[in-house]
Structures are given as structure tokens and as C-alpha cells.
């Protein structure tokens, strides 16, 4: 229960408005304070676009936490939609399956293609690469050069920004687990499988009728319902402290907010370069040395109801930018104004100063419809209207560095400022999912009201949620790419 303390949350993305709808429904006084001028939800927002509505990204709503679906079922008992996955990867004019079947694979890419991706295999058996310490190590050795080019090399450039080659094995051997090329040359010549056949990612996905945004519209009403705060347009830009923590949060129009508790989703190396008085060099220099990959988002209205049956596209194809293409309808159809359109968004991972991220809208609109085309997707001309969304500090990068870095910075908070509480994605410089983020936030809250001693920042790290069709829950924590040490 409430205590007379006041509670200040930075953003009112997941973990922020988790907080704070956990914090006033306990009856604590609350305030919320988010950047954006119209919409909650942070990277899981819908955006609304001439009655289409459209996801940064999708956000499919998956947990293995009962916690975590409880609140989803609580928040929306009406509106969460059960979606067939169907995704597919897009490789110089043929679609592939993915989770990949080399069998499938095998078949379509035809006898010539076929016989090369097997002579490329039986070379890296022969002489495999040692040491295998990246991503392309790991995946040539099992694979082959031959398939390594063709279905790994080129997503995973584009979405990372940095050569497979420095990626570690690590990532690989987690996402790619329990595929075997002797396993697809048996199926390819009629053989049975001896096993279950590779773990994949799973087959269906709860979604709200109306996207993410839905859900967090609707807790964002609940705070305000409990009588909390919800201020947009406030963009923090100090963290007053005193001897005991942050006594007040002040942002950009000058205003402050005192605060005996405050919890912070904005980036980490935002954090710790807007305390007052400043932290150590060493901290601030840590923040400085973490880093983000920006995104953008085209979203396409098509004059065509059904242009495929995919949730979404993942684009390996090296002549086109965009990585993936989300098919909104396919989502659920209330995402889509006009039953005879199609809303697509067509993604490009980027970094901001570059060309992409520079990219007038308008010439971004062109790109994505010539590349649709290309595709043999979409015809250019049927592209007839569009909106571009840029989302910075989209994705933590994990380079062989960062996690000295963040452990620098935790220390010192955890020292010289414990009523602030880092949560969610960004807050806590982790790559977290959705349920993630919101987990983070109910025991960074329960460490505050309960006196509990949970880790926020060991969320994802001790245990991964598997997107497993079977359920079962994976061995080890969700890796991202990580430059190695040479």
C-alpha cells in the first residue's frame, strides 16, 4: 500500500507503464512521464496512419510467464486474437521456409544448386575452421560455405551492421539449434527421421485485434483510472540527487517533479550522462561507450486486399535494403482501414547520420515500392500512399564490451543513487522482449514496496523463454550478435 512516497516513471513504454499501473493499483501516487506527444507504448506502439494501423516492427505477444498472459488476458479478455505464424524467407525470387527445412530447401533451390550446397558442405567437414569462434565459423562449419551466403550472411549484416565475422558463435549456436544438413539430405531422399526434427520457433501467437498499442492504450487508462499521472511531450533531462538518491526529476520546459522512488526506461547511456551532480568519468564515459541500432519503419498501403499469405518476410535477397516486411492484414484485418488494401511495412535497420536514416520520406516511400517491386512482391505503381516512422536506440548492441560497461554503471547506481531503478530494454541495456520488459518492472516495484531482492537486470539473462512449438523451455539466455576480441 502506499506509503505517501511519490513515484516518477521515465517512459511509458511496456516496463514504464507496467510500473506504474502496478504501482497505483497498490495505491501508490504516481507519475508518468513520456516523450512522445500522442502515442504510449514505446517500440510496441501502433501507429495510426489515415485509419491503418501499424507496429514498429512486429510484436507478437508470446510469454512463458502465467504472470505475464494473466495481465495480457486481464487487460483485453476480449481483444486478444490467436495468429497462425506463416513466415517465410525471400531469396532472389523464391521463398524459403523458415524456421529453414533443408529438405524443403534442398528441393527448391534445385539439382545444380543443390549439388553445389553439398560439395560445400562435405569441404567444411573435410577442413572444418578452427577455431570457431563467429557466426559464420559456426555456421560454415555445419552448413557450408554455399548456405552461409545464401540464408545467413546477408539478414544478418543488414539487421546488425557489422560482418558476420565478428559476430560470435555463440548467437548462432542458440537461434539455429537442433538443425542437422545430414538429417536434411535423409528427408530429401525419402528416409524417415529418426527424431523430432529441429526445435522451431513457434506456430501461433496471441495479438491484439487492434495491434500492441491496444494494450497499452488500455493500461495506460488503468493508471489514470487509479489516479496516476500520465504527462506527454516531457522529455527528461536531469536527475536532481541528494545524499540518499534522485530527489527530482526535471525536464526539458523546466518543470520538476520530486521524487522518492523513479524508474527509468530511458537508455542507459542516457542515464548516466542526466544526473546532477554528474556521475564519475568513468561511469559517464561507460554510458557514451554503449551503443544502439536505429530503425525505420516504410509502412506501404497496396490497392490490393491479399498480396501473400505471410505474417511477415524475412528479405536475404543482397540487391534490396529492407530486411523484413510485415503484412499487417495478416496480423489481424482490423489493422487495415480499407478491405480492398493491404498495409505493409517494409523495415530497414540503420544507423542514425547514415544515408537510409537521412533518406528524405518521400524518397524512402519510392525505395520501399521500387523494392516491392523488385521483390516481384508488389507492382511500384499499386503503392499508393505510405508513412515513414524513425525509431533511434531501437536494438542494444552487444559488442564484446558492453557488459563491462553496464556492470561499471549498475555498481555506482546500486552505491550512490538506490531509489533509481533502471527497467526495460533500453533502462537496463538488455534485449529484452516484451514480457521481458514487463517482468523487469513488477520486481524492480516489488524490491521497492515489498522489500524483495529480485534482479531486474538478471531478467533474460538466467532464463530464456523458448519459442519452442513444444513448450519447453530453452537451457540457456537469449544471445545477441557480439563483436568478438581478435
Known amino acids: 500500500m502506499s506509503n505517501g512516497d511519490r513515484h516518477v516513471v521515465i517512459g511509458a513504454g511496456p516496463a514504464g507503464l507496467t510500473a506504474a499501473w502496478e504501482l497505483t493499483r ?75 527445412d533443408l529438405g524443403i530447401t534442398l528441393r527448391r533451390l534445385g539439382l545444380r544448386s543443390s549439388a553445389a550446397v553439398s560439395a560445400s558442405y562435405l569441404r567444411a567437414i573435410a577442413r572444418p575452421r578452427r577455431p570457431e569462434a563467429s557466426f559464420e565459423d559456426w555456421i560454415v562449419n555445419r552448413f557450408g560455405r554455399r548456405l552461409f551466403d545464401t540464408f545467413f550472411k546477408t539478414y544478418t549484416e543488414k539487421v546488425w551492421g557489422m560482418p558476420c565475422s565478428e559476430i560470435s558463435k ?42 500492441p498499442g491496444q494494450l497499452w492504450e488500455q493500461v495506460r487508462d488503468a493508471v489514470l483510472a487509479n489516479g496516476g499521472e500520465v504527462v506527454h511531450g516531457t522529455r527528461v533531462v536531469r536527475l536532481h540527487r541528494g545524499p540518499t538518491g534522485v530527489t ?83 496480423w489481424s484485418a482490423d489493422m487495415v482501414q480499407d478491405p480492398t488494401t493491404t498495409c505493409l511495412g517494409m523495415e530497414y535497420f540503420c544507423n542514425r547520420g547514415d544515408d537510409l536514416w537521412e533518406m528524405d520520406d518521400s524518397d524512402l516511400l519510392r525505395l520501399a515500392a521500387s523494392e516491392l517491386d523488385a521483390l516481384g512482391l508488389v507492382d511500384a505503381e499499386r503503392c499508393i ?60 516495484v516489488e524490491n521497492v514496496l515489498d522489500g524483495a531482492d529480485h534482479d531486474p537486470w538478471a531478467v533474460n539473462t538466467e532464463e530464456e523463454y523458448a519459442e519452442t512449438s513444444s513448450g519447453r523451455p530453452g537451457a540457456g539466455a537469449r544471445l545477441v550478435p557480439q563483436r568478438l576480441m581478435r
Open 248 to 330: 527530482e526529476v526535471e525536464t526539458h520546459d523546466g518543470n520538476r517533479y520530486p521524487a522518492d522512488h523513479v524508474y527509468s526506461t530511458m537508455p542507459l547511456r542516457d542515464l548516466a550522462g542526466v544526473l546532477e551532480p554528474s556521475a564519475p568519468a568513468t561511469v559517464r564515459e561507460a554510458g557514451t561507450a554503449l551503443g544502439f541500432r536505429d530503425f525505420l519503419t516504410v509502412a506501404v498501403v497496396v490497392d490490393h486486399p491479399a498480396v501473400f499469405p505471410d505474417t511477415w518476410i524475412y528479405v536475404h535477397d543482397p540487391n534490396v535494403s529492407v530486411a523484413r516486411i510485415q503484412n499487417y492484414r495478416n
Open 385 to 444: 500512399d505510405g508513412q515513414v516512422i524513425r525509431v533511434p536506440d531501437a536494438y542494444p548492441v552487444y559488442d564484446h564490451d558492453y557488459e563491462r560497461h553496464r556492470l561499471t554503471i549498475r555498481r555506482w547506481l546500486d552505491e550512490s543513487v538506490p531509489n533509481l531503478h533502471p527497467i526495460g530494454r533500453g533502462g537496463l541495456h538488455n534485449y529484452n522482449s516484451q514480457d521481458h520488459a514487463m517482468m523487469t518492472a513488477l520486481l524492480a
Open 26 to 100: 497498490r495505491g501508490c501516487d504516481v507519475m508518468v512521464l513520456e516523450a512522445d506527444d500522442t502515442y504510449v507504448g514505446g517500440l510496441s506502439r501502433t501507429q495510426v496512419y489515415r485509419g491503418n494501423r501499424f507496429d514498429l516492427g512486429g510484436h507478437r505477444f508470446y510469454t512463458k510467464s502465467p504472470r505475464i498472459a494473466e495481465l495480457w488476458r486481464e487487460l483485453l479478455p476480449d481483444d486478444l486474437l490467436q495468429v497462425p505464424r506463416i513466415s517465410r524467407i525471400h531469396y532472389r525470387g523464391t521463398y524459403f521456409p523458415y524456421p529453414i
Open 170 to 211: 555463440d548467437w548462432a549456436a542458440q537461434r539455429i539449434r537442433g538443425l542437422s544438413f545430414s538429417s536434411a539430405v535423409r528427408e530429401v531422399i525419402g528416409h524417415r527421421r529418426d527424431d523430432d526434427g529441429p526445435k522451431t520457433l513457434i506456430s501461433s501467437f496471441t495479438y491484439p485485434r487492434l495491434g
